[in-house]
């Protein structure tokens, strides 16, 4: 049976960038991994952030965003379907910051993938600085992500001390606890810069499997608050970018700004934007697409804009 593990983490914590470690991982092992993508809405800017691993050992592919849930559910299973059928050893799965984890383990245990896959290990990646102050949703999402997850991986720990990723476990177990789940995800927990992770690691990450808990469920994502926008075909500098991505996480009219992605193309070749809070990364790479996508929660489309139309 092909293993499959899910990578799930909130928007901006990091999942992408610990995907590419990962899978790297995996090929250099032997393994035939395919990596199917699911960004929060229709355009899929993480599988141009990928495209690089793509080659014989690892396939890429994505399931399309802005739809409702049995809509989404439906595409999830048919590419299920067609990756069972292209050899793989692994299906590596990175779902959207704002993904209903129910649905990852509905689908695997329907007929004909329950014959097909088996679940390997469920990862969740949490910002080691983690923001104390998160909406009721946000919450949420960051408790029910965490609840099943054999490995808790603390993502940017280099950038903080022992004390803040002490205190961002000690507000993961709050949040469970605040869900009706019993669990302490301490055990569970490896705090290490991603350049750090050894093949032991890795090792200990992908036979971490999952945990079976139980907790309430509190609506969908599609009543979150949760929303994206988008704009195409700007032209706009990387320095111009890089101000304006900056400007927009501490403007407030902006509404509560998690992530700034996309790419906008400059001479020949393209610029790569990736940013949150935290962090901003401005790069020259080889291929893209031209759209900006701003995603975040209760967002003022018009306040936005002015940074961006």
């Avoid at 919450?139 to 004390?163: D, F, I, P, T």
């Avoid at 469920?217 to 111009?240: C, E, I």
């Avoid at 193309?265 to 901003?280: D, F, H, K, M, P």
């Avoid at 031209?290 to 961006?308: D, K, P, Q, T, W």
Wanted: hydrophobic share 40%.
């Amino acid at each position: 049976m092909i293993k499959v593990d899910l990578i799930t983490g909130f928007l901006g914590s990091g999942k992408t960038t610990f995907l590419k470690r990962y899978a790297a991982y995996l090929t250099a092992h032997g393994q035939r991994i395919g990596i199917l993508e699911n960004d929060h809405g229709a355009v899929n800017v993480d599988m141009m952030f990928l495209h690089e691993l793509e080659g014989e050992n690892c396939g890429l592919d994505m399931v399309a965003g802005a739809c409702d849930a049995d809509c989404h559910r439906r595409r999830f299973k048919t590419k299920l379907i067609a990756m069972g059928m292209s050899g793989y050893d692994r299906v590596l799965i990175e779902p959207s910051g704002v993904f209903d984890i129910d649905e990852f383990f509905d689908v695997l245990y329907e007929e004909p993938l329950d014959r097909w896959y088996e679940i390997g290990s469920v990862i969740a990646v949490v910002d080691a600085d983690l923001e104390e102050d998160l909406s009721e949703s946000a919450e949420y999402l960051l408790a029910s992500q965490a609840a099943n997850a054999g490995a808790v991986l603390l993502s940017k720990a280099g950038l903080c001390g022992a004390k803040e990723a002490d205190a961002t476990v000690e507000h993961i177990d709050r949040a469970l606890r605040h869900i009706g789940c019993s669990r302490s995800v301490r055990g569970a927990v490896i705090a290490k810069d991603w350049d750090s992770l050894t093949d032991s690691d890795f090792e200990r990450i992908r036979d971490s499997g999952y945990v079976a808990e139980n907790y309430v469920k509190r609506g969908t994502t599609d009543d979150s608050g949760f929303s994206s926008l988008y704009y195409l075909n700007k032209k706009f500098t990387a320095d111009a970018l890089r101000s304006k991505a900056e400007a927009v996480f501490k403007d407030p009219s902006c509404g509560r700004v998690f992530r700034v992605k996309g790419f906008v193309r400059e001479g020949e070749g393209w610029i790569e934007l990736n940013a949150t809070r935290q962090s901003v990364s401005v790069r020259r790479v080889s291929a893209g697409q031209e759209i900006i996508i701003v995603i975040g929660e209760e967002l003022n489309a018009s306040a936005v804009a002015e940074y961006f139309e």
